[in-house]
C-alpha cells in the first residue's frame, strides 16, 4: 500500500490549469473521473478581496464561490482523463446562496455530471458548511484546446 501525503490531493494534480490567485479549491477530496468530484476550500481572512466585501463584516463573493464550483466541475469533467484536458466556464444557471460563508469557514464543494451535449458538460453543484448547503445551480462548461 502507498501511503499518499497532503500534496497528493492538490487540484493541479487533477488537471486544474488555475494558479494563484485564483485557484479556489484547496484539495480534492473525492473524484470519478468525467462523472464527479469532492473538494474543499477555506477562505482564510487574508485574502484580498475580504478587505472590500465588506470591510468590517467580510464574507465570501458569491462569484468567488461559483467559480470554486466551477473549478470543481473542472476537475470532475478532466481528472484522471490521461491527457490535459482544459474547460471554459460556458454557463451559470439557476445559482442559489442559502447563506453567507465567512473568513475560516470549511467549504465542501460538490459537481456532478448530469449532462453531455454538443462539447458542453453540465453539472449539478453544491457548496456545504458543517452539512448545511450555503449555494446551489447548475454549470456548464465547454471543452477547450486552449
Do not use: Y
Not at 492538490?10 to 473521473?33: C, I, M, Q, W, Y
Not at 463573493?61 to 474547460?87: D, K, N, Y
Not at 448547503?133 to 454549470?139: P, T
Amino acid at each position: 500500500m502507498v501511503a499518499l501525503k497532503p500534496s497528493d490531493f492538490h487540484p493541479k494534480n487533477f488537471g486544474l490549469p488555475h494558479a494563484e490567485p485564483f485557484v479556489f479549491v484547496d484539495t480534492v477530496d473525492g473524484t470519478r473521473s468525467g462523472e464527479w468530484a469532492r473538494c474543499s476550500v477555506c477562505f482564510g481572512a487574508d485574502r484580498d478581496f475580504f478587505r472590500g466585501h465588506f470591510p468590517g463584516n467580510p464574507i465570501v463573493p458569491g462569484v468567488i464561490l461559483t467559480e470554486a464550483l466551477a473549478q470543481t466541475a473542472g476537475i470532475a469533467a478532466g481528472s484522471g482523463s490521461g491527457a490535459m484536458r482544459r474547460f471554459l466556464l460556458s454557463a451559470i444557471r439557476s445559482m442559489k446562496f442559502k447563506r453567507a460563508v465567512l473568513p475560516g469557514e470549511l467549504v465542501s464543494l460538490e459537481a456532478a455530471k448530469r449532462g453531455e451535449m454538443a462539447g458542453l458538460f453540465q453539472f449539478e453543484t453544491v457548496a456545504r458548511v458543517n452539512g448545511e448547503v450555503v449555494a446551489e445551480g447548475q454549470i456548464v462548461l465547454t471543452e477547450t484546446g486552449l
